[in-house]
């Protein structure tokens, strides 16, 4: 593989692997970003784009929120129409609830991102100890931090997330998934 195309509803997502895919990935491999106007616009594209991705040796992943919809049945809606493009073998990821959960899951880097130590505090809260569980993450972080924004926050917390510490499940099943491309 020599090419990561990540096909994602929404610029903040861009931003957050821009952080961690240089982490993530082997040497040699360069990620491609194609962004949706949210995931309608994911889901009524995504086929047409990928079958028509030129770059030989590429692989694919799509990374959507789950928002309020079932997790399975997204990612079973994304994985059928990523076999509809004939590529069966795209890496589908399905953030629990938000994006945000992933920036939730690591309150650390929110209080650096951020200059607020006291957030650091939060990890520690039962509430947050399982932030895909949580209903609205970016509702959370805005609670928290007075004018939150999902770009601004994605690019100013992205690059401090700390694997070793972050609590979001989905973020993990992500990392790993995008590390283990090269070896399947």
Known sequence: MKHLVCLLEEPSAQD??????????????????IVFQGKQDLEKQMVRRMRHW????????????QDSGDCRAVKATLAAK???A??????VRVACREL?????????????????????????KATYRQPDNLGSPSQELAR?????????GARRISP????GR???????????????????
Do not use: I, M
Not at 86 to 91: E, Q, V, Y
Not at 100 to 124: I, M, N, Q, T, Y
């Open 16 to 33: 957050a692997l821009h952080a961690w895919l240089p982490q993530w990935l082997p040497a040699g491999v360069t990620p491609h970003f």
């Open 54 to 65: 030129l770059k030989p040796d590429s692989r694919f992943l799509v990374l959507r929120d």
């Open 82 to 84: 990523c076999a509809e």
């Open 86 to 91: 004939g590529r069966p073998d795209t890496l």
């Open 100 to 124: 945000e959960s992933f920036f939730v899951g690591d309150w650390h880097a929110v209080a650096e991102a951020f200059d607020k130590p006291a957030l650091r505090r939060l990890a520690a």
């Open 144 to 152: 928290h931090v007075h004018g939150y924004q999902k770009r601004d």
């Open 160 to 163: 401090l997330v700390d694997s």
């Open 166 to 184: 972050n609590a979001s499940r989905s973020f993990h099943a992500l990392r790993t998934a995008v590390q283990a491309l090269e070896a399947a």
